[in-house]
């Protein structure tokens, strides 16, 4: 599934992989990430594929609406295609950068959040939905596949609501406009890279008692 990977991976760049997958989020952020914050506005959504001759690339990918206000609704579509199957081990590498000024930073990965790499991202999955139990929606109804390996193909997610609940995230996502690379691996040959573009908005706890 590289759209669902791939849409995942961004997603979960965005923390609403938990939330898509798994309901609302549990406070998971430790001391050293300070005060969570609480994100409001995702918006300026784009993406692009950066590895021209990899096997696996998004066609295509949707998010509407701009901006996505959260808690609330928004409507994916995406669809991707592969030439090789995607399987275990599978590497992830994010790169989470913030503009400051003219200048990109690089974000460090604090609580698997921000710049972190991902030795087996076929073993995460299998954490996140445990093998034996239902895909989520939507993309069960699809009939694509949540687990490892997947064949080679092209799949396609037709428009679907998801709902995104209340996010926190930690305090040095401040507000302002980020920009990720995920590489996706496999013994050191490049499967797949996505690059997206994002703004984020959030506001502190304070303002919420
Ligand atoms: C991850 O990607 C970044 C940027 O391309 C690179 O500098 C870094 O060495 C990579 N890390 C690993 C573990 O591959």
Known sequence: MPAPLLL?????????????????????????????????????????????????????????????????????????TTTTAIEAPLKGNVTLEKKFGNMWMRIPCVDELGSCTYDD???????????????????????IPCHCPFK??????????????????????TNGDYRLTAVLSNCDQEIACLKVRFSLHSASWWFWW
């Open 8 to 80: 995942a991976l961004a997603l979960c760049a965005l923390q609403l992989c938990p939330a898509v997958l798994a309901g609302p989020q549990h406070q998971r952020f430790g001391p050293g990430s300070g005060w969570p914050i609480r994100l409001n506005r995702v918006y300026n959504f784009e993406w692009s594929n950066c590895g021209p001759s990899d096997p696996a690339r998004m066609k295509s990918m949707n998010i509407i609406p701009d901006p996505i206000c959260i808690p609330g609704d928004v409507t994916v579509s995406a669809s991707g």
């Open 121 to 143: 991202l076929c073993a995460e999955l299998d954490t996140l939905i445990p093998p034996g139990t239902k895909c989520p929606e939507p993309i069960i109804s699809y009939g």
């Open 152 to 173: 080679a193909g092209t799949y396609n997610l037709p428009p679907s609501d998801i709902y995104i609940p209340n996010l926190d995230l930690p305090s040095f996502l």
